[in-house]
């Protein structure tokens, strides 16, 4: 099975770098623009399924992808990025004002991360590789589309190569990158992560 995983394109809260969470924030015209770009890039490949976190920035960016292929975008809660609880909707520098002990754990990251009334690191993490039960119907020759977040997409990439979540920093994903896993009989097989190529054209213009 070959997955597709995909972050959502550009928001106000990410061009303004504030932690987005659970806000149910919508792509931005920019964001929109990049998801058109890597639809147009995936034009050719096929698609059997589309699974997308149920905030609006996923729903809408699986459905820019798969626009005319008569596919149901399916939504998954598990597929949600972290909840960042009261620290939703700051910047890194307003947290670091009232909650600088989360500030801290977020520069100097390990597993014992949590956000006042939000999530645990654990619960996160645990919660988005549940969501893997769910490709359980699909063939070994089928494409899924995911469509998720920064941090749900760096989770799973570490669960597919059997790396500790501890190293769950160290992955890049940016808006509107996407990243490729095959998943065979012996394991996953990462053979793209955070490609971003289909852009280039929107900084020409």
Same mark, same amino acid.
């Given at each position: 099975?070959?997955?597709?995983?995909?972050?959502?394109?550009?928001?106000?809260?990410?061009?303004?770098?504030?932690?987005?969470?659970?806000?149910?924030?919508?792509?931005?015209?920019?964001?929109?623009?990049?998801?058109?770009?890597?639809?147009?890039?995936?034009?050719?490949?096929?698609?059997?399924?589309?699974?997308? #976190?149920? +905030?609006? /920035?996923?729903?809408?960016?699986?459905?820019?992808? @798969?626009?005319?292929?008569?596919?149901?975008?399916? =939504?998954?809660?598990?597929?949600?990025?972290?909840?960042?609880?009261?620290?939703?909707?700051?910047?890194?520098?307003?947290?670091?004002?009232?909650?600088?002990?989360?500030?801290?754990?977020?520069?100097?990251?390990?597993?014992?991360?949590?956000?006042?009334?939000?999530?645990?690191?654990?619960?996160?993490?645990?919660?988005?590789? #549940?969501? +893997?039960? /769910?490709?359980?119907?699909?063939?070994?020759?089928? @494409?899924?589309?995911?469509?998720?977040?920064?941090? =749900?997409?760096?989770?799973?990439?570490?669960?597919?190569?059997?790396?500790?979540?501890?190293?769950?920093?160290?992955?890049?994903?940016?808006?509107?990158?996407?990243?490729?896993?095959?998943?065979?009989?012996?394991?996953?097989?990462?053979?793209?992560?955070?490609?971003?190529?289909?852009?280039?054209?929107?900084?020409?213009?």
């Amino acid at each position: 099975m070959r997955l597709f995983l995909v972050r959502h394109g550009d928001t106000d809260f990410n061009t303004s770098h504030r932690f987005m969470g659970h806000s149910d924030i919508d792509l931005s015209a920019a964001g929109r623009q990049q998801i058109q770009c890597l639809r147009d890039y995936l034009k050719d490949e096929k698609i059997d399924g589309v699974y997308a #976190s149920d +905030l609006a /920035r996923t729903v809408t960016t699986a459905a820019i992808i @798969t626009e005319g292929r008569g596919l149901g975008v399916i =939504p998954c809660p598990e597929l949600r990025e972290m909840n960042y609880g009261l620290c939703e909707g700051m910047t890194f520098s307003e947290i670091n004002d009232q909650y600088p002990n989360v500030a801290d754990q977020c520069i100097n990251f390990n597993l014992s991360l949590e956000f006042p009334g939000g999530d645990t690191f654990k619960d996160f993490s645990d919660r988005t590789v #549940s969501f +893997l039960k /769910r490709l359980k119907i699909h063939k070994p020759s089928d @494409t899924v589309l995911v469509v998720s977040h920064n941090g =749900p997409l760096k989770a799973l990439v570490c669960h597919f190569l059997g790396i500790d979540m501890q190293h769950w920093w160290q992955i890049r994903i940016d808006t509107a990158s996407i990243s490729t896993v095959d998943i065979t009989s012996r394991g996953a097989i990462l053979s793209r992560l955070n490609d971003t190529s289909c852009l280039k054209k929107l900084t020409k213009n």
